[in-house]
């Protein structure tokens, strides 16, 4: 009789306690219920940015700090689940992103044909650098807010040690076989535009001609010879920079040398505590191709927020904006040739002359993308 | 006004009212949440494929020149490779599921729950945190490569199409093997010991039971079918690596591209939910006309095959070696990479153990954010999207096991497998493409980028497996109990509690568990519908795998995996503590012990 008391109490207890704690985790996961979304403020109109930046963040911490009219809040993302939203919203008529920051100029060439971004978004009182001014649109449709370069040759110099590496983007097709490495432009940002460039160059269509459909076929069918060459001789294609830097990293090493983006290779050369690749290091050839990183406004905003959304765009292309976004991100994305007259780049940074920066038409070779990737993806990389 | 006219005319006028009385508002109320759910998010985006202009996605308000691309080249060919890949990971999983399930089940293997927790553990691991276990487990300066083992050649073959096939039957082997089980448990010795006195051998008498648990196999193989052929994971992770292309690779290829081809992607949709169409028809074929219910108040316990000592150690051994393969191997290739911090477990120097990956999941680098806010929002979401998955789940599971198969069971299974097959990614971008739309924003709620949405979208992608999990034991309850309670005057709902209830309790608390560890680590709906500044774990995890930090990912993964055993642990312990001891003995319908 007792024992049976002791267990119904017991129960009893235990019942208790467990809704107890129900109660407090359902209590506590109400809010998630709530529809009001990340823009929906009630004391100050807010923009929602788009950014696939690592300093995105801080840049924005610094910027909302001394503008207290209005918000900007950050849905960080990769460049391609965000430019994704951006068109599934566009297609569906309530576009709710404000602004789109991110590397690469194609994808903004392709926002502004479509009639997504607001034209003139960079402000008169940009001062852009001999670097920044060649990747300025003639329509000033987005801003370039800092430059890498990709197509730069990231190696380990221990593993390549006794290697005679090539001082030419040519002669990659005949370095030692199976060593060298790039990304996968189906699944990498900057890599597409590595490619274009490569064409481009081969073509010998530079960024302020208007070139015809023949010249552009011409250099792409040059392009992919090259390519061709390159898959003979052993090129190993991984996905993005993280497994190709891993691949080169690793013990042992699979891959002793890639072209990829510059401020990746310098991000983990130079990381911080301790360099994550000591022995690594970067090679200009005959040509990079500059990789510029864009802001855009969207075209459907209200006047008012248009207005604030372009104040956000001339921080960035101010100084003060070019130096919050190298210290937001220092050992990362903070790793780029600053746009902006005045601004010095991060001291690991050679000049950007070095680079040999080739640039490219975004309007020509943006809307070939999906063309070139895909014969990339069937060619070279299956 | 002679009787009869009276008669005539009251009754016209009540037919109405008695008609509308015997209209199935339940059942009106079920679609009316899928419709929402998932019916019209899906339909508008694959409307995409014929209709770009609708969607401002092309010139043609009408068009068969997206189809007609989708078949061909790179991305037709991606349709028959998930065909193919599709089938065989359905022929894998439920072999090998069959056998371990009778193994598990129905003889004296040493530590029967182990195994039972080993699936469990193998079913809330996704695809892409297996693929990148064995990624650190099998590329060369791995883990393998660490024990001495040159790994190149099972290297160069895990991207391809083995390894897609490996990973996804991995994946499928649980769903097969709890289907199988529960038909295997709810299915009593008696059959074969009936068997067996008629003088059949033991194959003879394994011919003469399968056919008892035809429905859980042919469940399971649909199952595994459609799992396999809308995997995100393996597309994401292997997909684009392998000389093998595959449906949701390419469909994840056309989503992302520069600009995005929606409507190619829609056809690609079409064909991956239209593709479970036959599975489901072999199904009801083979079974048209036939009763499986087993389970009833009745059914008597399983009577165990005994092994002899050595060959009950073997057997273990053996279960033990192909689960360690399966299961340990990835997770021990992700453990052992979370506790360096180096590109590659070996390095020059040797290998390098520190937890300093697990120190910068919660202090991390400028440009990544911390662990822990999103880990709790992911458990915030697991909360709700369980708890609505099971309702509606239960709901269209006692639908399907109806004992009057009529044109609408017939639907709503097709509609659930069809279901399964939906990529996350679809709906995802479904939702923006109907949720978004301006008139709904305008004018009736602005959902996008809220949790709600997000919460919709992932009890939108769990109740269609749910749902066909809970089908089977669901459907071997006999009708008789409830039936037995409501003769003598209990209420509906204490029919249920007192009958349904105990019997499906365990089955409902495990469906209950999967949903919320499944929402923790979902990847492809989080990431198009999560809202800004509230990141789920997974995307935050993604985020840190993509980069050359990949220890510190792989260090978030393994603290994810043991959060989710924890809330399993915990869960457990409650169901426990607060059910009557009567429940969990007889609870245990569709349960995995």
Not at chain 2, 200 to 223: C, E, M, Y
């Amino acid at each position: 009789m007792k024992l049976t008391t002791m267990k119904t109490k017991r129960a009893t207890k235990a019942r208790l306690l467990t809704a107890v704690l129900g109660s407090t985790v359902a209590v506590s996961s109400l809010s998630m219920m709530s529809v009001g979304a990340a823009t929906s403020h009630a004391s100050v109109p807010t923009i929602l940015l788009y950014n696939a930046q690592g300093y995105g963040d801080k840049v924005v911490a610094a910027f909302n700090a001394t503008n207290p009219g209005f918000k900007i809040v950050v849905d960080d993302d990769s460049t391609g689940p965000l430019f994704t939203k951006i068109q599934a919203e566009m297609a569906a008529g309530s576009p709710k992103w404000g602004l789109f920051w991110a590397d690469g100029a194609t994808e903004f060439a392709a926002l502004d044909k479509l009639g997504y971004l607001v034209k003139n978004v960079i402000p008169s009182t940009g001062n852009y650098n001999a670097a920044g001014l060649p990747n300025v649109p003639t329509d000033k449709s987005f801003a370039p807010t800092g430059l890498t370069v990709t197509g730069a040759l990231c190696y380990d110099s221990v593993a390549t040690k006794g290697v005679m590496l090539p001082s030419t983007m040519a002669g990659l097709t005949s370095a030692p076989k199976g060593l060298l490495g790039m990304n996968n432009p189906s699944q990498s940002g900057p890599t597409y535009p590595l490619i274009a460039g490569v064409m481009a160059h081969l073509g010998g269509i530079t960024s302020t001609m208007t070139p015809t459909t023949a010249q552009v076929n011409a250099a792409i069918k040059k392009g992919e010879a090259f390519y061709l060459a390159l898959k003979k001789n052993g090129l190993q294609v991984h996905n993005t920079n993280g497994p190709t830097l891993g691949a080169m990293e690793s013990n042992p090493a699979t891959l002793d040398m890639a072209t990829i983006q510059s401020s990746a290779c310098y991000g983990d050369i130079h990381a911080q505590p301790k360099p994550l690749w000591a022995t690594g290091k970067v090679k200009y050839l005959d040509y990079s191709v500059a990789l510029p990183s864009n802001i855009g406004v969207d075209a459907k905003l209200s006047p008012a927020l248009r207005a604030d959304a372009e104040k956000f765009v001339a921080y960035v292309t101010s100084a003060k904006g070019q130096l919050a976004m190298q210290h937001g991100d220092p050992y990362g994305d903070g790793l780029f040739w600053p746009v902006i007259k005045g601004v010095n780049p991060e001291k690991f940074l050679p000049s950007y002359s070095v680079t040999h920066a080739y640039a490219i038409n975004p309007y020509v070779w943006g809307p070939l993308e999906n063309q070139i990737n895909t014969w990339f993806t069937n060619n070279i990389v299956n | 006004m002679t009787v009869d006219t009276f008669l005539s005319e009251t009754s016209s006028t009540r037919q109405p009212l008695a008609r509308l009385r015997r209209v199935r508002w339940s059942g009106l109320v079920v679609w009316l949440v899928l419709l929402f759910l998932i019916i019209i998010p899906v339909v508008t985006f694959v409307l995409v494929a014929i209709s770009p202009r609708l969607f401002r996605q092309g010139t043609s308000y009408f068009t068969f020149s997206n189809i007609t691309a989708a078949f061909q080249g790179y991305t037709g060919q991606g349709i028959l490779d998930s065909l193919l890949v599709a089938t065989l990971v359905g022929v894998f999983s439920v072999t090998f599921a069959t056998i371990i399930a009778w193994i598990v089940q129905r003889t004296n293997i040493y530590g029967r729950r182990l195994w039972s927790g080993a699936m469990w553990l193998l079913l809330l691991v996704p695809t892409w945190m297996t693929t990148l276990g064995w990624i650190d487990v099998i590329s060369p300066g791995e883990l393998m490569s660490a024990l001495g083992v040159h790994t190149l050649f099972f290297f160069h073959m895990f991207f391809g199409a083995s390894g897609i096939v490996f990973v996804l039957s991995t994946a499928a082997l649980p769903f097969s093997y709890f289907v199988i089980s529960v038909g295997m448990r709810g299915l009593g010795s008696e059959f074969e010991d009936a068997a067996r006195v008629h003088g059949a051998g033991r194959l003879l008498t394994v011919r003469t039971v399968l056919p008892i648990i035809a429905p859980a196999l042919l469940s399971a193989f649909a199952i595994s079918f459609a799992e396999a052929m809308s995997d995100f994971g393996v597309a994401f992770t292997l997909g684009s690596s392998s000389h093998f292309p595959i449906a949701t690779y390419t469909l994840f290829n056309a989503i992302y591209a520069f600009p995005a081809n929606f409507p190619v992607a829609a056809v690609i949709a079409a064909v991956l939910i239209l593709s479970t169409v036959p599975p489901v028809f072999l199904q009801a074929r083979v079974m048209r006309g036939r009763s499986y219910a087993v389970l009833s108040g009745r059914t008597k316990a399983v009577k165990r095959y005994q092994f002899s000592p050595v060959a009950r150690v073997g057997v273990t051994l053996a279960l033990g070696l192909f689960m360690f393969f399966v299961l340990g191997l990835p997770l021990l290739g992700a453990v052992t990479s979370s506790f360096t911090n180096t590109a590659s477990f070996i390095t020059t120097s040797g290998i390098h153990w520190t937890l300093q990956s697990y120190k910068d999941v919660f202090q991390p680098l400028p440009s990544f954010t911390t662990l822990g806010p999103p880990l709790w929002t992911s458990n915030q979401l697991g909360i709700w999207v369980a708890t609505g998955t099971l309702v509606l789940a239960y709901v269209l599971a006692r639908r399907m096991a109806s004992r009057t198969p009529g044109v609408g069971q017939r639907i709503t299974d097709v509609f659930l497998l069809g279901s399964i097959a939906i990529p996350g990614i679809v709906l995802g971008v479904g939702y923006i493409f109907f949720y978004d739309q301006r008139f709904i924003t305008s004018h009736i709620v602005d959902l996008y980028e809220t949790m709600p949405l997000l919460i919709m979208g992932l009890i939108a992608s769990s109740v269609p497996s749910q749902a066909r999990l809970l089908t089977g034991p669901v459907g071997q309850i006999q009708s008789s109990l409830s039936e037995a309670a409501r003769v003598h005057g209990a209420s509906k709902w204490r029919a249920f509690r007192s009958t349904s209830l105990p019997l499906l309790s365990r089955a409902l608390v495990w469906a209950w568990l999967l949903t919320f560890t499944k929402t923790i680590s979902e990847l492809a709906i989080a990431q198009i519908l999560y809202q800004p500044g509230k990141e789920p774990a997974s995307v935050v995890i993604e985020t840190y795998l993509g980069t050359i930090f990949a220890a510190i990912g792989s260090a978030a993964t393994v603290i994810t995996l043991v959060e989710m055993v924890g809330v399993i642990a915990v869960v457990l312990l409650i169901f426990r503590l607060v059910t009557p001891k009567g429940w969990r003995r007889i609870g245990e319908a569709g349960a995995p012990s």
